[in-house]
């Protein structure tokens, strides 16, 4: 039936016709007064859809922004009649006149209660202001979708948060200032937040909300991020204010000069900054406030902390204070990536530790070697001593480490730049001790030796591993291979190793850790030994079948050496005087003679030379007791103690040989044969021999009789050769020797390295071919410039390389 | 266009050999079955004519728009073929599929007669293009998640996890619960029996709130069940609850385009259940009381069919029998539904009356007829708007202040479409006669879309008027609408341009222009402006000329233009220009000359109009 009332489509039925202005008073009467009951939190009894039906039908009738004007009007009138007062009637004069009245307590208190009353109904207006236009809103909605969009205005919304801003915060608070409420606001937070700083409890949510309320209301209408309340005011002031505080601060705790403190003091203020930004302010000025706290407090401050007598970093290393250095480390690392005054401290100290440590090892220096015989009784000791200190200089320097690792690991967060800077000292002070290639190498010695005896093989391993870590730091890498190879040849040559799987590990660890070059020539002395176990047997075995001579054979261990791969001076003894080699006794003679056969057929065109001095021999001796018993003794004596002992099967009871004669006799070198006959002579315990005069020091007039009154307990009786049989620290004479055959093999080494690098090359100028040298040979040892430049020259002359250029100077390759 | 995406001519073979297998297997459904039905066939030749009103009609009937006739053409390749621009647009608004790489989408594209079409097309890719119902399910979904207002009146509780739920959902989508709830409709909570996985429960829920079919059963270590327990629970629950589909939409769930066939097919079916329900609940239950006592009604809380607001909506004056009592409408409503609007979910949401829980239901006024307000309901409950003509302004009101974005679009398509007549034949629409003309209030209309801000009105409110400019050019009352245009821009103080006669321009320009366009003769269109400047007295006499057209026109709609005729009369006219007017048997000639004269004509009006009210203002 409706179909036919209406054939023709009908204009709106809504507005347009009706009267106009009553219509739009009406709705407006009805509207403003269901507002203001919103205002007032009487609501709940209001319609929605009447109010917005009100309003919908004034933005119908084309009256839309009349109606936006209106309400804004409304607002305006409500928040200047209305909430002004009451925000206004909250601020007491003390919130007004007390501006740095921090120091009286009762005007503190005073000001604190009035301004948390203040706060009170600065939030409720706040909130009570965002929740009714909230809802005005909601009544709105249609007006801010069609007249907001016409007329390109701020929604009801934003423009009534601008009204509260400008009316309510914005507003002188008495009429004779100009201090606004938002200052008020403003000096009231920061003084509850200075309080709160000093240590009071203050209300965190109450200050949390009014700052919610800077935080939503902005500068400008399109509400920029940037432009929010709290952002353009209370922040930059509150900035400020904490620049000051921090500032005043960090020079309190400074000249209270206690380190400790301030790292605890520092530390809790970082915390209570980010949590006051969390829970009372904004995060939004949590990286502001945390860059504060770096400059003003910490920036300003660490370097002194640092450096503070007596409490400060020196000292914390020292009393082991892992927590504080912590501290320290945190604190400075929020300043500066580099951590610059931490490292310098810990740098010195670690350089100064490391000094006293060599000093210690170094201290009982040998006084000016002596000269005259009288000395090699008191040589004895300080040398035993000294090999002692060395591996005492070890032991510290891995305490120190250790110690040093677990402050990295604990108090430094196992930083890079720490570490390297650690390492950087370390490296330091251990290459300033210049036997610290020999101290280490006797550190292994010592330690291959006797040290592992009844050790697991975790324990050995991380034994050697300690080790391995001092090995990084040393430099010259070459001086320790020489002691290393010295010491180890004569492990192995005495069979001194506890364990030859200790040994092998050790030669794998420093394959990794310094190169497979850097160990070649270890592993042949390897080789060799093994070879030589091999050639033993086989000798025996030879023997055995070709045994038809004497029933008695001289059993024949032997240890064939290949002379480049060892160290030269085993064998330099001999080389060094031009000598005939020593005279062996007929028995032992034949026997050699066949061995040398027997190898030579084996393996000809090759050279044996004997090494009398490193060899050691088993043999009976019978001593005929004034009693008329007879006592034997198996006798383990070096080699050329052998020869000597053998001497005396010739010569009657009662009867002697002196200096001279035995050693016409045998031809062993004197150095040799004076220890020799000290160990059977002089030394106590083994006294095979009889001296006259009785007396420490062997002269050549001195005259040796066979001594059968030798008493031990033991059958067997090892006869050591006084000092060289064992690795001790070397006399100043002999370290001037290593030093000189260093220096010519790493003479040798910048050679090969020039020649290697310009064959490559072919020409190359100087500077350049000095930075690769240094390059090549940095991991063995740092290169003396002036010697390069030596070898260099060297190579000219013997025409390896030619000048081709003086500007730069470059060298050219002469193939 | 960069057709670098364009699948080549064998792949495109094989694939739709492929899919024709699988349709026939009966694994895919046909996105264009045959359809040889009459309705369907007028559609078809609706689409051809390019005649907006019956394609209107015939989508509002409810034909299937995608589907296709004997020579597989489909509506949208009809209407792009034949060039109607706005039927084109109305096919895609209402859901016509135009998907590339399918062999009824390209063809489409490369009917398209122009490139406007063509673009059109390209926007409306199915990839971009949504299923018309998923707001309905999107918003069914939401409200599981949904926290601000409250709108669950039932608590399910499985395992430690509750669901807060709708009884009226639950009631409409599931036999089982509808069942459950017409026994105890006041049960405020329902505990599930522990032995089905809670996530199972969760899922069919889900489910029935229209929500996608999970990939992720969300079994597994943790969740304390396997996914095959899941799985039985899923069936236990379907095969319970009585949703037969859902095993198979979650098996199905990993081919894309199944997927996607099976949730169409869901969220319609889910869409008919819920209009089944809302039809015998929501209207089956609206009750007509005196506007006096309306506020006397009291309905509880606790009621059978779980309406938790009753809406109101008075009759309007001019409908009530005279003498009575002014009558109103109540309709029981749920808010849940309700929330689709942003006035309903703003009035729900704020701290005023409407908001507060009591024992008995809030009647709340919504300011429209009762007859707008069931239609406003059927929207908001079932995506369905079909209304006729003549309410369709009250709609557009209605839904404006209701903000439901889409209805108002919807009433607009309505007011532009069947309000529309014929436009592309507009001769003959005059032709017709003036009672056409009558059913539209066309100077309401253009106020209408001024006020509710609906660009699409505006546009066919000018063109409407370009195809119609002799009518009304002369009236006061164009005039008045033209100043009122004005001052609504200088308002806004944009640009000193008049928006609507702008508008009204380029329709008038199209109207012209295309009939040259169609002839091809685009060149001699230009020739022929440029006569009336030469014979300015021409066009001074614009009723003579209109009568000419008119005569004209009644001749000419049996005369097809051949293209061989063009030219030789061309010809003829350019040595005979000056005696175009006597040689009253060169109908074509004339034809386009009284166009071209037509044109200039009402073009020198307007400006006219605008002369006269610059001066006036």
Not at chain 1, 34 to 58: C, G, M, P, V, W
Not at chain 1, 675 to 689: D, E, G, I, M
Request: hydrophobic share 40%; charged share 30%; glycine share 4%.
């Amino acid at each position: 039936m409706a179909m036919r009332a209406r054939q023709k489509i009908r204009a709106p039925r809504k507005g347009l016709a009706s009267s106009k202005g009553d219509d739009f008073e009406a709705n407006w009467q009805a509207l403003s007064g269901s507002l203001k009951r919103i205002h007032t939190k009487d609501a709940s009894d209001l319609s929605f859809e009447q109010l917005y039906r009100n309003a919908y039908n004034i933005i119908v009738t084309m009256r839309g922004h009349d109606l936006y004007e209106r309400v804004k009007q409304l607002e305006r009138e409500w928040l200047e009649t209305e909430v002004r007062s009451w925000v206004n009637a909250a601020i007491s004069p003390s919130l007004l006149f007390a501006q740095d009245a921090l120091d009286i307590q009762d005007q503190a208190n005073e000001r604190r209660a009035a301004g948390e009353r203040f706060l009170t109904v600065l939030r409720e207006t706040w909130e009570d202001h965002q929740l009714s236009m909230g809802m005005i809103t909601d009544v709105l909605m249609y007006m801010d979708r069609v007249v907001v969009a016409d007329h390109r205005k701020p929604s009801i919304y934003v423009a009534s948060m601008a009204l509260f801003r400008d009316i309510v915060l914005r507003s002188p608070v008495r009429p004779d200032t100009k201090t606004t409420v938002a200052d008020v606001l403003e000096s009231t937070v920061l003084f509850l937040v200075q309080l709160e700083r000093s240590g009071q409890i203050i209300e965190r949510p109450l200050i949390r909300h009014c700052i919610y309320m800077l935080e939503g209301l902005y500068e400008t209408i399109t509400e920029e991020e940037s432009s929010k309340l709290y952002l353009t005011s209370f922040e930059p002031a509150f900035l400020e204010a904490s620049k000051t505080f921090y500032q005043k601060e960090g020079q309190r705790l400074v000249e209270s000069a206690d380190a400790a403190t301030f790292c605890k003091v520092a530390m809790e203020r970082i915390t209570e900054e980010k949590e006051r930004c969390a829970s009372t302010l904004s995060t939004l000025s949590e990286s502001k406030i945390k860059e504060v706290l770096d400059n003003e407090l910490i920036k300003r401050n660490i370097a002194e902390v640092v450096n503070l007598e007596g409490t400060g970093v020196r000292n914390m290393l020292d009393q082991d204070r892992l927590d504080i250095l912590r501290s320290v480390y945190v604190l400075s690392s929020r300043v500066d990536s580099k951590k610059a005054p931490l490292t310098a401290v810990v740098q010195k100290c670690i350089v100064d530790m490391g000094q006293e440590i060599n000093t210690l090892a170094t201290a009982p220096a040998p006084a000016p070697e002596p000269t005259g015989k009288k000395a090699v009784k008191e040589k004895e000791k300080p040398m035993n001593q000294q090999t002692t200190s060395a591996i005492k200089w070890v032991d510290d320097i891995l305490a120190l480490k250790k110690k040093f690792d677990a402050i990295w690991v604990d108090s430094f967060m196992s930083d890079q730049v720490m570490q390297s800077a650690i390492t950087t000292s370390f490296s330091d002070f251990i290459n300033s001790n210049p036997r610290s290639s020999e101290h280490l190498s006797l550190f292994f010695d010592e330690n291959l030796k006797k040290g592992i005896k009844g050790k697991t093989d975790s324990e050995v391993d991380s034994l050697l591993d300690n080790g391995i870590t001092l090995l990084r730091y040393i430099k010259d890498k070459d001086l320790f291979e020489a002691y290393y190879k010295k010491h180890l040849s004569r492990r192995l040559l005495m069979k001194r190793s506890a364990s030859m799987d200790a040994e092998r590990q050790m030669i794998s660890k420093m394959k990794m850790e310094v190169g497979n070059q850097f160990t070649q020539r270890l592993e042949s002395m390897f080789k060799d030994m093994t070879i030589s176990e091999d050639l033993t047997s086989n000798y025996k075995d030879h023997i055995r079948k070709s045994a038809s001579q004497d029933s008695k054979p001289v059993d024949l261990e032997i240890n064939v050496l290949t002379s480049t791969m060892w160290p030269m001076e085993i064998m330099s003894n001999t080389r060094d005087e031009v000598q005939l080699s020593c005279v062996f006794p007929r028995e032992v003679e034949s026997v050699k003679q066949s061995f040398e056969q027997f190898y030579l057929s084996k393996h000809s065109g090759r050279k044996l030379s004997w090494q009398a001095s490193m060899g050691t021999a088993d043999i009976r001796a019978t001593f005929q007791r004034p009693n008329g018993k007879t006592q034997r003794h198996e006798l383990n004596v070096s080699t050329y103690a052998m020869i000597i002992l053998l001497l005396f099967n010739d010569v009657a009871p009662g009867e002697s040989l002196t200096f001279a004669e035995i050693q016409s006799r045998t031809r062993i070198p004197d150095h040799d044969l004076i220890r020799n006959l000290q160990s059977l002579a002089v030394a106590p315990k083994t006294r095979v021999l009889k001296k006259e005069p009785m007396s420490r020091e062997v002269k050549p007039t001195d005259r040796f009789f066979f001594n059968h009154e030798f008493q031990s307990q033991f059958t067997k009786v090892r006869i050591g050769v006084v000092s060289g049989s064992a690795n001790k620290v070397e006399n100043n004479d002999q370290r001037k020797e290593t030093e000189k055959k260093m220096n010519e093999e790493r003479g040798a080494s910048i050679e090969a390295a020039v020649v290697r690098i310009m064959k490559q090359r072919k020409t190359l100028p100087h500077s350049k071919l000095m930075s690769e040298v240094l390059g090549q040979l940095s991991s063995r040892f740092v290169p003396d410039v002036n010697m390069i430049k030596r070898r260099i020259e060297s190579l000219i002359d013997r025409e390896y390389l030619e000048r081709v250029g003086e500007d730069p100077p470059t060298y050219g390759y002469i193939a | 266009m960069t057709d670098r995406n364009v699948l080549r001519k064998d792949q495109l073979e094989i694939s739709l050999v492929k899919e024709k297998e699988l349709i026939k297997e009966g694994n895919l459904k046909d996105d264009n079955p045959l359809d040889l039905s009459e309705p369907f066939a007028e559609l078809c030749s609706a689409c051809r004519k390019g005649d907006l009103k019956v394609c209107q009609e015939k989508i509002t009937e409810g034909v299937n728009i995608n589907a296709r006739d004997a020579y597989d053409y489909t509506p949208l390749i009809l209407a792009s073929l034949c060039g109607h621009y706005e039927v084109v647009r109305l096919l895609l608004e209402s859901g016509a599929l135009c998907e590339r790489d399918t062999f009824q989408g390209e063809r489409c594209l490369y009917n398209a007669l122009n490139d406007r079409i063509r673009n059109l097309l390209l926007e409306y890719d199915y990839s971009k293009s949504t299923d018309p119902l998923q707001p309905l399910a999107a918003h069914l979904a939401s409200l599981l998640t949904r926290e601000q207002p409250v709108t669950s009146d039932i608590v399910v509780t499985a395992g430690d996890e509750s669901l807060h739920l709708h009884k009226f959902v639950l009631a409409a989508r599931s036999p089982y619960f509808r069942n459950k709830l017409a026994a105890a409709p006041e049960s405020p909570s329902w505990k599930l029996p522990s032995t089905i996985p809670p996530q199972a429960f969760g899922i069919a829920i889900k489910y029935l709130y229209l929500g996608e079919a999970p990939r992720d059963l969300k079994s597994g270590p943790g969740t304390g069940f396997t996914e095959s327990e899941v799985f039985e629970g899923i069936d236990r629950v379907a095969h319970h609850l009585e949703i037969d589909t859902l095993l198979d939409s979650i098996i199905d769930s990993g081919d894309r385009r199944l997927a996607r066939q099976r949730r169409s097919t869901e969220i319609a079916k889910g869409r008919d259940q819920l209009e089944t329900w809302f039809r015998a609940n929501v209207l089956g239950n609206k009750l007509e009381v005196e506007t006096s006592k309306a506020n006397s009604v009291k309905w509880d809380r606790e009621n059978a069919i779980f309406a938790d607001i009753l809406l109101q909506a008075d009759e309007l004056p001019e409908d009530a029998e005279p003498g009575s009592e002014p009558k109103s409408i109540l309709f029981p409503c749920h808010r849940a539904m309700l929330l689709r609007s942003e006035f309903f979910n703003t009035m729900f949401s704020s701290m005023f009356r409407e908001a507060y829980v009591k024992d008995h239901l809030h009647i709340v006024n919504v300011d429209c007829s009762p007859e707008v307000l069931e239609i406003v309901l059927t929207f908001l409950y079932t995506e369905r708007a079909d209304f006729p003509l003549d309410v369709a302004v009250d709609v557009l009101f209605a839904s404006d202040m209701l903000f439901i974005e889409k209805l108002k679009t919807k009433a607009a398509v309505v007011i532009s479409t069947l309000g529309s007549g014929n436009l592309s034949q507009s001769e003959a629409a005059k032709t017709r006669g003036t009672t056409e003309e009558e059913e539209l209030d066309i100077y309401g209309i253009i106020r209408a879309a001024w006020m509710t801000r609906v660009q699409r009105l505006e546009e066919f409110a000018a063109r409407y008027l370009a195809y119609r400019l002799e009518a009304h050019i002369d009236s006061p009352e164009f005039a008045e609408l033209i100043e009122e245009s004005a001052s609504r821009i200088k308002a806004r103080q944009e640009t000193d341009s008049i928006e609507l006669l702008d508008d009204i321009r380029f329709y008038l320009n199209e109207r012209f222009r295309l009939r040259f366009d169609d002839a091809g003769l685009g060149e001699m269109m230009r020739n022929a402006a440029q006569q009336p400047h030469k014979a300015p007295p021409a066009g001074a006499d614009a009723d003579g000329t209109e009568k000419e057209v008119e005569k004209v026109t009644n001749g000419i709609d049996t005369i097809d233009l051949s293209k061989v005729a063009a030219p030789a009369s061309q010809q003829d006219r350019d040595h005979h220009a000056p005696v175009i007017r006597t040689l009253d048997g060169e109908i074509a000639v004339d034809e386009f000359d009284k166009d071209a004269a037509n044109y200039q004509i009402l073009m020198a009006k307007l400006d006219a109009i605008l002369e006269d009210l610059n001066l006036e203002a």
